[in-house]
């Protein structure tokens, strides 16, 4: 415990140093039993190491429940999903139920890409008026259904082989409201061509935010925890503060292993949005779970 935790700290020198970041709960949970154990066998010294351990880890992932949640003020009320549907999926129509009975104002798809999806798509579309990109029925790396109007919609250009984010700009009440579908590339456990590919999307991503004057949304899949440094540098430069924080723990992936699942599917705020509740939808048929935001975007002042 002790030498993961030191990998950890260090998570910006090499690259599996940084896929171990991502497991702060689990190492807040390991290190509490091992304690009651030292405690019980009186090893002092591995008991003083092991508190070290959980306060750490627990430290980082706190903000989770302990983050203030404002009283949201008056204004639009706003319901984001974004899923990471899986192009592999063998039920788009489990897809394509849930986003009808979310009944989300707005929302982002990742990996649906390709004909198998059009009858999912076109059933999802016909529920929402507006969409990004063109040719959005046949699929795409990212998607955007609104029920408000999109008036100016661009994907990516393609980054380390892949296109990492689709970004809209929609009209809601009588503001601008950015909107920024992500999938960066996701990480290999061995190698490190994934992992740098993603940090590089994941700076591109920032760029193109810091740009942005209007409130904000990015949500997605990012394919990291909101603790490794990579992420900690986009909230950094952007300013944007995810909206689970309050909320508890929400893990989205993989849903086939409870144990070690971690939340790498996140929506992130800027400017006069507040979250009233963040959780976690249900099984779609991917193996991620779908996120599901309610937000409150103020009026202008």
Do not use: C
């Not at 897809?95 to 982002?108: G, P």
């Not at 929506?267 to 937000?295: C, K, M, N, Q, W």
């Amino acid at each position: 415990m002790a030498l993961v935790t030191v990998a950890v700290l260090n998570a910006r020198l090499w690259w599996p140093f940084d896929l171990l970041t991502h497991f702060r709960l689990q190492y807040v949970a390991a290190a509490a039993v091992l304690l009651v154990a030292a405690l019980l066998l009186r090893a002092w010294p591995a008991a003083a190491i092991l508190l070290t351990v959980a306060i750490l880890h627990g430290w980082v992932i706190k903000d989770l429940w302990t983050a203030p949640t404002p009283e949201a003020p008056p204004g639009e009320r706003l319901r984001v999903v974004a899923a990471n549907v899986l192009n592999a999926n063998r039920t788009p129509d489990a897809v394509a139920d849930f986003v009808a009975r979310s009944d989300a104002d707005v929302v982002i798809l990742v990996d649906a890409v390709g004909p198998r999806w059009t009858q999912a798509l076109e059933e999802i579309g016909g529920l929402y008026p507006h969409a990004a990109p063109d040719g959005w029925r046949n699929g795409a790396p990212a998607l955007i259904f609104s029920r408000h109007p999109i008036w100016y919609d661009r994907v990516a250009r393609r980054t380390a082989g892949k296109t990492p984010y689709l970004v809209t700009r929609l009209t809601v009440g009588e503001r601008a409201v950015s909107v920024i579908g992500v999938h960066p590339t996701s990480p290999a456990p061995f190698d490190g061509d994934g992992s740098r590919a993603r940090n590089q999307q994941l700076r591109q991503i920032a760029q193109t935010a810091s740009g942005l004057d209007d409130p904000l949304i990015v949500a997605g899949d990012f394919n990291t925890t909101l603790w490794s440094p990579h992420a900690a540098a986009l909230l950094d430069a952007t300013g944007l503060r995810p909206a689970a924080h309050g909320h508890g723990w929400h893990a989205t992936w993989p849903r086939w292993m409870p144990p070690g699942r971690i939340p790498i599917d996140h929506v992130l705020l800027r400017g006069p949005l507040t979250a009233e509740r963040f959780g976690r939808g249900p099984a779609i048929g991917s193996d991620h779970y779908p996120v599901v935001a309610d937000l409150v975007l103020a009026p202008r002042s």
